[in-house]
């Protein structure tokens, strides 16, 4: 059984990103790694089961090319759904997808991800 999920995220500066997963999300930098070149890796958690591991595209990009181009879409549930909605300067209008709030928005880097209000009744309050 999958007990955790950690998701790679490149940047080109992720000291910026994560400044904005801390503060819109309040998020926690777990670990800091130190990697070949003097590149870092910075690994925040969004939960105790959530976590984002941000490194340099530049950095990738010498040690991993393959994966440069791959930027995930991630779909976050909350029950905390219009306090991110009026936190998040780049917030886009809220609609309904079946019924269920949601709104998207972008990082500093221009990546976008979603929003969705965690609904109880549809067994997602885990």
């Known amino acids: 059984m999958i007990n955790k999920v950690r998701i790679m995220i490149y940047g080109d500066d992720i000291d910026k ?4 997963w801390i503060f ?9 790694i130190d990697l070949p070149g003097g590149y870092i890796n910075k690994v925040i958690a969004l939960s105790p089961t959530l976590e984002l591991s941000l490194f340099n595209k530049e950095f990738i990009k010498k040690y991993s090319p393959e994966v440069l181009d791959a930027v995930p879409s ?11 909605h009026n936190r ?9 997808i079946d019924g269920i709030p949601t709104f998207n928005f972008s ?3 221009g990546n976008y991800f979603v929003v969705t209000k965690q609904q109880h009744d549809k067994g997602l309050d885990y």
Do not use: C
């Open 17 to 20: 990103l994560s400044e904005f």
């Open 24 to 32: 819109n999300f309040n998020a926690e930098v777990i670990e800091t």
């Open 74 to 84: 991630l779909m976050l549930y909350t029950n905390e759904f219009d306090e991110l």
């Open 88 to 96: 998040i300067k780049t917030a886009s209008d809220t609609m309904e």
């Open 107 to 109: 990082d500093p880097e």
